[in-house]
T-cell receptor, first 113, second 115 residues
Framework: KQEVTQIPAALSVPEGENLVLNCSFT??????LQWFRQDPGKGLTSLLL?????REQTSGRLNASLDKSSGRSTLYIAASQPGDSATYLC????????????FGQGTTLQVKP | DGGITQSPKYLFRKEGQNVTLSCEQN?????MYWYRQDPGQGLRLIYY???????QKGDIAEGYSVSREKKESFPLTVTSAQKNPTAFYLC??????????????FGEGSRLTVL
């Protein structure tokens, strides 16, 4: 059974710092991996989608990498801003293309001005 | 604007009542999903549908029911059989693509509280 873990559960950094969020998964037979952002009481906003054949994806200040063999993904946020404060969730798609995702519990990020 | 609309945003239910959460999308997506989010447990899949008039159970389907009569609509009914229905419910959708796993998009969620 696929399990997704995100460590740490919470992170606080000063504004301007570069930071890395970690996601690990137990079964390397994945279809894709997706990173989301969630603000309190809101839905999820998709940040980046990495297909299983890809190694990384970039969008603005965000870069996500995928290493299937080691069961790990990282989300790199450059030059963090207070507006980046939110919970970041990673989710992996299983071995079949049904769109079903298994979610980690998230990392809550606080960027202090 | 294209997107996923969930309603109501907040809902209160008495024990023993069934309630229906609405999810509508105008993205022309084929597949739709219902997730439940509880503090400390992450998101868990309730039901999903990849095509009209067809749907499959997810990991925690007991006490829930769905229908998919139209491509743009995927309502979720929380029945009185659901033992602990208080939660944040999220609807999602994506294009149905055979060989490329499409991006999942979410609505703003519905918070259900049982009184």
């Amino acid at each position: 059974k696929q399990e997704v873990t995100q460590i740490p559960a919470a992170l606080s950094v000063p504004e301007g710092e570069n930071l890395v969020l970690n996601c690990s998964f137990t079964d390397s037979a994945i279809y894709n991996l997706q990173w989301f952002r969630q603000d309190p009481g809101k839905g999820l906003t998709s940040l980046l989608l990495i297909q299983s054949s890809q190694r990384e994806q970039t969008s603005g200040r965000l870069n996500a990498s995928l290493d299937k063999s080691s069961g790990r993904s990282t989300l790199y946020i450059a030059a963090s801003q207070p507006g980046d404060s939110a919970t970041y969730l990673c989710a992996v798609g299983g071995s079949s293309n049904t769109g079903k995702l298994i979610f980690g519990q998230g990392t809550t990020l606080q960027v202090k001005p | 604007d294209g997107g996923i609309t969930q309603s109501p945003k907040y809902l209160f239910r008495k024990e023993g009542q069934n309630v229906t959460l609405s999810c509508e999308q105008n993205l022309n997506h084929d597949a739709m999903y219902w997730y439940r989010q509880d503090p400390g447990q992450g998101l868990r899949l309730i039901y999903y549908s990849q095509i009209v008039n067809d749907f499959q159970k997810g990991d925690i389907a007991e006490g829930y029911s769905v229908s998919r009569e139209k491509k743009e609509s995927f309502p979720l009914t929380v029945t009185s059989a659901q033992k602990n229905p208080t939660a944040f419910y999220l609807c999602a959708s994506r294009l149905g693509q055979d060989f490329v796993a499409g991006e999942l998009f979410f609505g703003e969620g519905s918070r259900l509280t049982v009184l």
